[in-house]
């Protein structure tokens, strides 16, 4: 029986070539913007949120410093450690943890945080970790470390007015259960890391929000949401089984597709558009946030190192995920140019962003780019 010219295109093994292919010259798109002068942040950032994101631990260990502006000087740092060096990590991590707070006084430890460092540790090493870590914590986590959790529960409050946007029913259904927003806090504050098994994954969602804007993770969470609109909907309306339910994250989730439609939504519904309806929706009551604080009490950082341990050494490169990668079209490129010009702006903590710039017109008028 003769194959055909497309099921010949369509095979795996042309699928296998197409990635390489893209792979090639992906990486070749981001060795060019980092070797120019002045270092062209707004590729790195286009590459970041693209997918398959930076593609290994070697290249984030180069952008992900550009990502957050981190000066040049501070960016001659060892690469992160071979598996065969990551003993005794853990008092690597707490000495991050503690260098960080000692030189901000203004910053509060939470419970999930460490989740955050080890992984930025397990990439890039301690020293380079210290320096991205601090600047995330005055940035981008910003609002997770006050000493009360008033500015989280307002960036938890944008979850439901996304999905309204998008799904009344869904968000009809999660009222009528009165369900709230806690289920998704541990995704916020964790960047997901403490809720994913798959180290590949999690390292996927940092390029994309290191890349953002500080409430990306927030759109990421509602997309997730959005995509079990039929296991939500056939689920008996009552807070605890809906809780259960979405506290339970598939690990079988299309990334790619969902950090697309993220960035989709990001667009389409600016924080901007929505700091009205969350500001109004307080709907999160005090306790649910003690049955969170007992919940993590196995948060520890020994804990979550060695499990992150176990995930990296378990796992293999972010580059022998998924061979299909599909080319962007000129009108997602846009879209790519205008997350990255968002994203930039990070002076400001994530709630206090979003109350200050009331109209979406901030965002062209700053000088972003460095």
Known sequence: MRTSRSDRSSSPMNGRQDWETKR????????????????????????????????????????????????????????????EQREGLQEELIDIILRVLQRNPQLHYYQGYHDIVVTFLLVVGERLATVLVEKLSTHHLRDFMDPTMDNTKHILNYLMPIIERVNPEVQDFMQQAEVGTVFALSWLITWFGHVLSDFRHVVRLYDFFLACHPLMPIYFAAVIVLHREEEVLDCECDMAMVHHLLSQIPQDLPYETLISRAGDLFVQFPPSELAREAA????????????????????????????????????????????????????????????????????????????????????????LFP
Not at 305 to 316: D, E, M
Request: glycine share 4%.
């Open 24 to 83: 090639k010259r992906k990486i070749a798109d981001i060795t060019q913007a980092l070797s120019v002068d002045p270092v062209d942040i707004a590729t790195l950032r286009r590459m970041a949120i693209s997918e398959g994101g930076l593609l290994t631990d070697e290249i984030r260990c180069q952008v992900w410093p550009w990502l957050l502006n981190i000066p040049p000087h501070l960016l001659d740092q060892e690469p992160g450690m071979p598996d």
């Open 280 to 367: 109004a929706h307080e709907s999160m009551a005090t306790s649910t946030f003690k049955d969170f604080e007992l919940a993590s009490t196995q948060q520890r950082p020994d804990t979550v190192l060695r499990r992150r341990r176990r995930q990296k050494q378990g796992s293999p490169e972010s580059s022998t995920a998924s061979p299909v990668m599909t080319v962007a079209q000129p009108s997602t490129a846009r879209r790519f140019v205008r997350l990255a010009v968002m994203g930039l702006t990070v002076a400001l903590g994530a709630a206090a962003l979003a109350v200050v710039n009331t109209a979406l017109e901030w965002a062209p008028k700053l000088d």
